[in-house]
């Protein structure tokens, strides 16, 4: 078994297992995903539905767009923490919004630093939601 990760770009990624001598097309049933209408990329490059799926590889399904895609890590903390893909340009609120998370009575926090809901989030940035706490 192998576990990926998959998912429409924008939108949730989801971790899954497949099979050893697994495809694209595999990967993308055990997701419950369809490809129709979107581009294939298998680690960043273009890929086929018979493409072959490594171990650790990231499947996305890309709209046909202009623009690049981030992947973000958004999460409250404490808590369960996912990656969220948005397009290039994407602010804090909006990978709220997909994350389905709501910034009410939490501290901001984007790459270590507080930030407001219409910072904008780069690939890799880290969103996350902390509980305001009364100092000393």
Do not use: C, Y
């Amino acid at each position: 078994m192998k576990e990926i990760t998959i998912g429409k770009v924008p939108g949730t990624l989801s971790n899954i297992a497949v099979d050893d001598n697994a495809k694209v097309s595999d990967a993308l049933a055990a997701a419950e995903l369809n490809a129709d209408g979107f581009e294939i990329r298998l680690n960043g490059a273009e890929a086929s539905l018979n493409t072959p799926v490594p171990d650790g590889a990231k499947v996305f399904l890309v709209k046909k767009i202009k623009g690049n895609q981030s992947i973000v890590t958004v999460g409250k903390v404490p808590g369960t923490l996912q990656e969220i893909a948005v397009e290039s340009g994407a602010s804090v609120r909006q990978v709220l919004v997909l994350a389905n998370l709501d910034a009410s009575g939490f501290e901001v926090r984007l790459n270590g630093s507080e930030a407001s809901l219409d910072s904008v989030v780069t690939d890799g940035a880290k969103v996350f939601l902390v509980k305001k706490i009364k100092g000393n």
